[in-house]
């Protein structure tokens, strides 16, 4: 497995996930998220009992992480991307937050795996890494402005703390309940 591989490939499916929505609008992308993780945990189940999955052994070689449960992390993503699809309300937050879910957390493994300067309150996480998140999530502010900045310094924090929770559930919880927030105090 190679890490910056699986993180450009998360970044894909972020850009894909901000497609489905612009093309095919909110309630039809998340119609497909939802019917891609349906698939996904069938074929979890299907690995985790035994079953050959043919041609797809070799993408969950190539992008999954040893040790971990196999489709785990597509698996988060999707299910993050379901998250914001369904319980944020607004198009223009929905968007800024696939940003921030799609490229703040690749952007800070790939940078982050790079640095040195340990966060004080993570024995795993770096100052680098948590600035790269911040930094790719940037663009989320050309669809939801400053307070997508918001978001995203507050996503970058707690995705810089240490949990027993997927970064990726982590980043959809605080944007979902950041942006809704916004909305119901009249600043998003």
């Known amino acids: 497995m190679n890490e910056d591989e699986r993180q450009i490939f998360n970044i894909f499916l972020g850009l894909c996930s901000i497609a489905l ?13 939802g019917a891609i993780l349906v698939l ?5 189940h299907m690995k985790l009992s035994g079953f050959p999955l043919g041609f797809l052994e070799k993408l969950v070689e190539r992008f999954e992480r040893p040790g971990v449960t196999p489709g ?9 991307a379901l998250a914001i699809l369904t319980l944020i309300s607004q198009k223009e937050q929905i968007l800024a937050a696939l940003v921030i879910l799609g490229f703040g957390d ?3 493994t790939l940078v982050g795996r790079r640095s040195k300067r340990k966060l004080p309150w993570s024995r795993e996480k770096t100052f680098g890494g948590s600035f790269a998140f911040f930094a790719a999530s940037l663009p989320a502010a050309y669809f ?9 310094g507050a996503a970058a924090i707690a995705e810089s703390l240490e949990a027993n929770i997927d970064d990726n559930l982590i980043v959809a919880v605080v944007c979902v309940v950041l942006f809704r927030v916004a909305g119901l105090i009249g600043i998003g």
């Open 106 to 108: 690749a952007a800070s």
């Open 72 to 80: 785990y992390g597509a698996m988060t993503i999707a299910a993050g």
């Open 21 to 33: 929505v612009e093309f095919l609008g909110v309630q039809l992308a998340a119609y497909i998220v």
């Open 40 to 44: 996904g945990l069938l074929l979890v």
């Open 144 to 152: 939801a402005g400053f307070p997508a900045l918001l978001v995203a």
